[in-house]
């Protein structure tokens, strides 16, 4: 997990629970510590879901990254917009107090309808980690499909509410294989930097980054990847850096350094809910309906579509379903939603001129994991910060760029973890199975070989000049390589392929895609960031042109 697994929960200082109920209220804070922790008091949905019969000018379906992107930019320009979010608000303590559960101990919160937790690092030291939990419409969806499990985020906020907070711009001459259509001058000058104000994005501070011990890990991690040559960079991040010193210092509630980040980040991570988010609410014109999924677009008798909108609830059953009306939609549903979506639309008839390259261009961005087994006398500390600060880039080399990633269990492991984004060639395609009702997608497992021979050229390397050896006890019994998922699902609706140059769809006027499906299956490093970039470039010509 780039982001993540398991930590025991050793705070320190001021226990965190004592702290919510002794200060009242989490505003309490900061009167205490002298200003606000920034602690997630989650963003209110809509005080009423959206109504059956009603019409509305715009629809978003989903609040992630090109979601509230999108929302964002039209309720500045004026547009009264209703996003729609089949997950939950994430804005109200469970009994522990706390939003959010932590990695280490999964509970109901933890899965999207799940009975049974599928944590993506399944063993340790030979012990199975999965346990039972009750289903729920919990935050993080272990999608499956055939040969591969789909991680997203299911909430307001999307992949912003689990992910490791990793926000890296590619590299820019990579960007002409990433997105081959788009202006690189456009992006680099304007789009990226508007994403990264946007998202909050900022580096840590070097000196303090070598001298605390919850990094420990990735100073080991820098050290064995400068030993074997390779280039070892900081990687920028949505994290509260002030934050997390005063976790450190034992000062405020710890989060990062309790190992939160899988199942949702209670304090420090600034997720799209204290971002494009807040923002949304600050413009009075935007509606957000959680437990809300999108089930059917088709166009609308008089101009405009009809939307067909079940409400869940938190057992993931369905209450009642809704009719709605609108002239725009965007589909935010995540790479995988609006890939399923559409394929499901296309094929039933819903919106039959859909071109042929629905469902077409998805990759996985060439997630790779592994550990390496380091030597006694290299240990790795047993405080890790659940937030990745640093790479290693082999891409022009190898094909890879590795992220050194958290193994925070609260022992002492003696082992780096590390998440490889590589240059995999293949792509998938969602098809329609009309006899189940449901996408499917043709990902094959045997596909991840490419991965795990890029990441190869980086840590076979550093194993041979350190003397250490790959951990086989991670991913099940002797099993090296976590081939068997992906944090960073792309494509399916491909830009200027499935959509004109700026997300149109083709076929229908009013229909936009403004999330990860626009990206043909690879970015070079982790995505959101580019995600965010693209929407901002889209939307922008969309306001000026189309509306
Ligand atoms: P996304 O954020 O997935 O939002 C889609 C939203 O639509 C979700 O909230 C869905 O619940 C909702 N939805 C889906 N279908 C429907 C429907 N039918 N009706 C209503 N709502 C629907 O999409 N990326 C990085 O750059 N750095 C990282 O460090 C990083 N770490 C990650 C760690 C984990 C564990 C995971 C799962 C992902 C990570 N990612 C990371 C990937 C990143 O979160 C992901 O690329 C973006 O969230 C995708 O953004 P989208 O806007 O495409």
């Known amino acids: 997990m ?22 009242g209220s989490l505003l309490g804070v900061a009167a205490i510590v002298g200003h606000a922790p920034r602690a997630w008091a989650g963003v209110r949905a809509a005080a009423a879901p959206i109504g059956s019969g009603v019409h509305v000018p715009v629809l978003v379906i989903g609040t992630g990254y090109g979601g509230s992107v999108a929302a964002l930019r039209l309720a500045e320009a004026g547009m009264d917009v209703h996003m729609v979010e089949m997950g939950m608000a994430w804005d109200t303590p469970g009994a522990d107090g706390k939003i959010f559960a932590n990695t280490t101990r999964p509970d109901d919160r933890s899965f999207w309808l799940r009975t049974r937790t599928k944590q993506p690092l399944s063993n340790f030291l030979g012990f199975p980690l999965d346990k ?44 002409g294989a990433i997105l081959p259509t788009v202006n690189a001058a456009e992006m680099y000058g304007t789009y990226y930097p508007r994403a990264n104000s946007g998202l ?52 405020v509630p710890k989060s990062a350094l309790d190992g939160e980040i899988l199942y949702g980040n209670n304090h420090g991570k600034k997720s799209l809910q204290k971002t494009y988010i807040e923002r949304i609410r600050a413009t009075g014109r935007v509606t957000i309906s959680p437990l809300h999924k999108v089930t059917t677009v088709t166009p609308a008798p008089g101009g405009g579509y009809t939307v067909l909108i079940d409400q869940l ?15 725009k939609v965007f589909f935010a549903a995540g790479s995988v939603g609006t890939s399923k979506l559409l394929v499901g639309l296309k094929a039933t008839g819903a919106l039959p001129l859909l071109n042929d390259e629905i469902g077409r261009g998805w990759g996985d961005n ?27 880039d082999n891409w022009d080399a190898g094909g890879a760029f ?39 997608l043709d990902w094959q497992t ?39 998922l992906t944090y960073h699902p792309l494509g399916g609706a491909v830009l200027d392929k499935a959509t004109d140059n700026y997300g149109r769809l083709r076929g229908y006027s009013g229909l936009y895609v403004i999330d990860g499906a626009l990206i043909p299956g690879n970015t070079s490093v982790n995505p959101f960031v580019t995600i965010t970039a693209l929407a901002e470039r889209n939307i922008e010509r969309i306001i000026a042109t189309d509306l």
């Open 200 to 251: 909050g994005v900022t580096t840590i501070d070097p000196a303090w980054f070598d001298s605390v011990d919850c990094y420990q890990y990735a100073r080991v991690g820098r050290k064995h990847a400068q030993r074997s040559g390779f280039p070892f960079l900081f990687v920028p991040a949505v994290y509260d850096w002030d934050y997390m010193k005063r976790e450190a210092a034992g000062a």
């Open 313 to 327: 609830d938190t057992g993931g059953r369905t209450t009642v379903t809704k009719t709605v009306t609108t002239d």
């Open 132 to 175: 039972d939990v009750n289903r729920h419409t919990g935050i993080l969806d272990a999608e499956e499909f055939g040969g591969i499990t789909v991680y997203q985020g299911r909430g307001v906020g999307g992949g912003s509410l689990v992910n490791g907070g990793m926000a890296v711009t590619p590299r820019r001459e990579n960007f």
């Open 366 to 392: 060439g997630n790779v994991m592994c550990g390496r087994a380091n030597h006694l006398w290299d240990p790795t500390g047993k405080v890790q910060s659940s937030i990745p600060t640093g790479g290693i």
């Open 402 to 440: 590795a992220e050194i990633a958290p193994l925070p269990t609260g022992i002492e492991t003696w082992a780096s973890f590390y998440l490889s984004i590589t240059k995999n060639p293949h792509r998938a395609r969602f098809t329609w199975n009309a006899a189940a009702g449901k996408a499917e």
């Open 446 to 484: 045997a596909w991840k070989q490419p991965s795990i021979d890029a990441a190869k050229t980086i840590f076979d390397k550093i194993n041979k000049k350190e003397g250490t050896i790959y951990r086989t006890d991670l991913f099940g019994t002797y099993k090296i390589w976590g081939d068997h």
């Open 2 to 23: 780039n982001d993540a697994s398991m930590q025991d929960d050793g705070t320190k200082g001021v226990s965190r629970r004592r702290f919510i109920t002794g200060t």
